[in-house]
């Protein structure tokens, strides 16, 4: 099953409520929730008082997209805050805090997930591959929205399928960045299941149909 996980860093926050609301009358899965601390990446979004706020307007599945250094000081409260699933980068530490992030991240009953930057190579996911529900690869750079699709990243995840598939049929494996009906199918051929997109989206009116057409192009 293919799913769709709009995120909301492209939508309009002076509405952010109403914003949610369509995206789940337009058919969405998630809520893609991209964090962001000025550090690990080069760009600042938002937090835990803002994912406090949207887990009471909304039952909807929120992903959370950790783009922040050493994010085992920072999962507990994300948890509390209501994330449904909480996802890591494997740069972001070292491989034992990642480790106890995910493990943090289970021990309050949430879904737990890795993410790989461009340059970062497949196989850097294996260590984690089988504690987690979700493998996010980027295809882009993390920190700004609205970037390019880049192909070359089509062989990384068609490899990190290859991996699900022999040691964690269950995990489900996300792309995040240029995702639109064009890309889609680049993506979904090379084994993604949920796909994230941003602008593709929220830039459109009608979002039903953009959704539709992310997921069945």
Known sequence: MIKVAPSILSADFSKLGSEVEDIRLGGADYVHFDVMDGC?????SIGIPVLKSLRKATDMFIDVHLMIREPVRYVEAF????????NFHVEAD??????EAISTARSFGKKAGVTVKPN???EAVLPFLQQVDLILVMTVEPGFGGQHFMHD???KIETIRGYIDTLNPNCELEV????DPETSTLVKKAGAN????????????????AICEIRNA
């Open 153 to 155: 990243m089509l062989p």
């Open 120 to 122: 970062t190579p497949a």
């Open 94 to 99: 070292t491989e034992e805090k990642i480790r």
């Open 194 to 209: 949920v796909l994230v997109a941003g602008s593709a989206v929220f830039n459109r009116d009608n979002r039903a149909q």
């Open 40 to 44: 690990f990446v080069p760009n600042i």
């Open 79 to 86: 948890c509390r805050a209501g994330a449904d699933l909480v």
């Open 176 to 179: 995040d960045g240029g995702i």
